[in-house]
Antibody
Framework: EVQLVESGGGLVQPGGSLRLSCAASGFTFSSYWMSWVRQAPGKGLEWVANIKQDGSEKYYVDSVKGRFTISRDNAKNSLYLQMNSLRAEDTAVYYC????????????WGQGTLVTVSS | QSALTQPRSVSGSPGQSVTISCTGTSSDVGGYNYVSWYQQHPGKAPKLMIYDVSKRPSGVPDRFSGSKSGNTASLTISGLQAEDEADYYCCSYAGSYIVVFGGGTKLTVL
């Protein structure tokens, strides 16, 4: 059974940093692209970042470029999102998602972790 | 990276059919056959219902179907059931290794 479990969310002040983690199990983690997708309170889904199987390629939505970094550790079956210079508009539930192929369709999602940026 | 356009809400009675549209551009929906649809109940993670425009993952009822014409994709739910009441999101590959989601549609089962 595919399982994705996010952690690391919490309350952070504007300008602060946070690192999200996603522990994967039930599939061969190193064979899949992975994504982070976020959902602001009461709002829709927004793709944030993708990372290729070996970590060699990474892509970001414009609003987080230069502030967020996606990474992975295939030996630990883990995905990460380092978030710096956080803004109020980054407040959201952040989901880790497995992705189907290079066309990047998310298929399995974690339960999400809430990030709140507020003073 | 503009969001795809979905109606904010749709409704239907049990047993009826409803269709949710998802309009993009030739750079996303119209340019690739990689449209997917997700169901999200309140407080839950999204669930994949349709991928590659019209394919159903294992376990998804055949009451759910997808199609595409030009820059608009559609999700049709037939034989509406109470448990279908949820938010639905479309998603499309948009080239250059990015994806874009729709704004979401709230389905109410009357």
């Amino acid at each position: 059974e595919v399982q994705l479990v996010e952690s690391g969310g919490g309350l952070v002040q504007p300008g602060g940093s946070l690192r999200l983690s996603c522990a994967a199990s039930g599939f061969t983690f190193s064979s899949y692209w992975m994504s982070w997708v976020r959902q602001a309170p009461g709002k829709g889904l927004e793709w944030v970042a993708n990372i290729k199987q070996d970590g060699s390629e990474k892509y970001y939505v414009d609003s987080v470029k230069g502030r967020f970094t996606i990474s992975r550790d295939n030996a630990k079956n883990s995905l990460y999102l380092q978030m710096n210079s956080l803004r109020a508009e980054d407040t959201a539930v952040y989901y880790c998602a497995r992705v189907l192929g290079w066309w990047l369709t998310p298929d399995y999602w974690g339960q999400g972790t809430l990030v709140t940026v507020s003073s | 990276q503009s969001a795809l356009t979905q109606p904010r809400s749709v409704s239907g009675s049990p047993g009826q059919s409803v269709t949710i549209s998802c309009t993009g551009t030739s750079s996303d929906v119209g340019g690739y056959n990689y449209v997917s649809w997700y169901q999200q109940h309140p407080g839950k993670a999204p669930k994949l219902m349709i991928y590659d425009v019209s394919k159903r993952p294992s376990g998804v009822p055949d009451r759910f179907s997808g199609s595409k014409s030009g820059n608009t994709a559609s999700l049709t739910i037939s034989g509406l059931q109470a448990e279908d009441e949820a938010d639905y999101y479309c998603c499309s590959y948009a080239g250059s290794y990015i994806v874009v989601f729709g704004g979401g549609t709230k389905l109410t089962v009357l």
